[in-house]
């Protein structure tokens, strides 16, 4: 199958500041990317729609001016938590769509905000 | 609103067994439903995708019956191994949208 890596795949900051969270397709273009959002012993919840060269389309609830969205290119979306708080602490994954319409996953960056 | 009800919660079963999960949904705009396989700690892998046109797909051990009369699919894994023993997630959306998830079922297989 296809592969999808996020980097970092383990981040600690301090409450308040920002982090950066990359996603790449690395064997496919994908013009659409998802940024989903996983707490402990819970499913998936889609935060946003990446779409590359437009604005990324939020969720219900999720505020776009904490959670910035960028898919600058074929093959990179990045999403970046601005002034972290604690309860912005979860594991965030990304999946990027192929060409066939399948979605492919991440492995994930745990995000722990102290 | 859970679009995608997913069963059981949890399931144990042993070795060589037949693990069996079921998810239902109801929009009708769905045409794409995938199962992913998830370990601690890391993210879902896709193991199996069915499209409403047939209504069984094989792949391995891992086969998805689908009924779209009943708006109904599920996941059946052949002689279980403990290294099947993980998270399980059905999805489901329009094709090449987001993912609708189901709450997951853990699965445990016992020696």
């Known amino acids: 199958g296809a592969v999808v890596s996020q980097h970092p795949s383990w981040v600690i900051c301090k409450s308040g500041t920002s982090v950066k969270i990359e996603c790449r397709s690395l064997d496919f273009q994908a013009t659409t990317m998802f940024w989903y959002r996983q707490f402990p012993k819970q499913s998936l919840m889609l935060m946003a729609t990446?779409?590359?060269?437009?604005?990324?389309?939020?969720e219900q609830g999720v505020e776009k001016d904490k959670f910035l969205i960028n898919h600058a290119s074929l093959t990179l979306s990045t999403l970046t938590v601005t002034s972290a708080h604690p309860e912005d602490s979860s594991f965030y994954i990304c999946?990027?769509?192929?060409?066939?319409?399948?979605?492919?996953f991440g492995p994930g960056t745990r995000l722990t905000v102290t | 609103q859970q679009q995608v009800k997913q069963s059981p919660q949890s399931l144990i079963v042993q070795k060589g067994g037949i693990s069996i999960i079921n998810c239902a949904y109801e929009?009708?705009?769905?045409?794409?439903f995938p199962w992913y396989q998830q370990f601690p700690g890391k993210g879902p892998a896709l193991l199996i995708a069915i499209r409403p046109d047939v209504s069984e797909k094989k792949e391995g051990r891992f086969t998805i019956s689908f009924n779209k009369s009943a708006k109904q699919f599920s996941l059946h894994i052949m002689d279980s191994q403990p290294g099947d023993s993980a998270t399980y997630f059905c999805?489901?959306?329009?094709?090449?949208?987001?993912?609708?998830f189901g709450k997951g079922t853990s699965l445990l297989v016992t020696p």
């Open positions: 929009n009708t705009a769905f045409d794409y």
């Open positions: 990446s779409n590359e060269g437009s604005k990324a389309t939020y």
């Open positions: 999805a489901a959306s329009p094709s090449g949208y987001a993912l609708n």
């Open positions: 999946s990027a769509r192929d060409p066939a319409r399948e979605q492919y």
